[in-house]
């Protein structure tokens, strides 16, 4: 899976479940938790998500607003353990 297919996987998951408006222009470097679009308990939903739709762990010390806030954050973490 390429890294375009992975971001607009959890592009769309974060719009359709958190945001609920799968036209809101989330762009890349937006901050999802500090700008409100996302609490904590909102990001470990999406872990959850990651997790089985990727086939990887995120362990709990990563899922923080420093590592997790934005979409490129959190595609470059997917990228790194996903299995080729």
Not at 57 to 69: A, G, N
Request: charged share 30%; net charge negative.
């Amino acid at each position: 899976m390429t890294e375009t297919d992975v971001r607009a996987k959890i592009r769309a998951y974060i719009l359709k479940a958190f945001v609920r408006d799968t036209s809101y222009p989330l762009a890349d470097d937006d901050g999802i938790i500090t700008g409100g679009l996302m609490d904590s308990m909102a990001l470990a939903e999406l872990a959850v998500f990651v997790e089985k739709e990727f086939k990887i762990y995120i362990p709990d010390p990563d899922l923080t607003v420093e590592k997790m806030d934005t979409l490129n954050q959190i595609v470059a973490r997917v990228m790194r353990d996903m299995p080729q």
